[in-house]
């Protein structure tokens, strides 16, 4: 089993930057259950600050913005990994899992989210690291099926 945590998509504060993604409406008896989960899991857990940011729906009837809770990694969280090349990122996710799945499939999917939903964002990281993961996939499981037959 791997040795290493998850390693997670983390937004990073950019005054200038633009993130694409989905907001969840939480309404009623729903709003002090989803709040009290996620500070726990994401502010004292995760070390992560919480900001109220505009919120602009695709939808072409969508008059104005709303606003929405986001969850902002910091440098001081001791998960923190801190920058690193696409390489070193895709090498990391390779021996990384978390409670919900290993992370090439965290890694996949969301690079098909994005793809697929959000086709106009140009996540060049993203994809970047995407690529250096599967250039490196073939590797891994050549090295596992030759240690098999020996």
Not at 59 to 74: F, G, S
Not at 119 to 136: M, N, T
Request: hydrophobic share 40%; aromatic share 10%.
């Amino acid at each position: 089993s791997p040795s290493q945590p998850g390693r997670v998509v983390t937004l990073l504060e950019d005054c200038g930057a633009c993130t694409w993604g989905v907001a969840y409406e939480v309404c009623g008896e729903q709003i002090a259950a989803s709040l009290q989960y996620l500070n726990m899991r994401e502010a004292v857990l995760g070390g992560y600050d919480t900001k109220l940011v505009k919120f602009h729906p695709q939808e072409k009837d969508a008059e104005e913005p709303i606003l929405a809770l986001v969850y902002i990694a910091t440098p001081q969280n001791p998960s923190y990994l801190g920058p690193a090349s696409e390489e070193d990122i895709a090498a990391q996710i390779i021996v990384s899992s978390g409670c919900a799945g290993h992370n090439i499939e965290y890694l996949l999917r969301l690079a098909d989210f994005m793809r697929y939903f959000c086709p106009q964002a140009e996540d060049k990281h993203l994809f970047s690291i995407e690529e250096a993961l599967i250039s490196i996939l073939p590797c891994l499981y050549y090295t596992e099926e030759s240690l098999e037959e020996t």
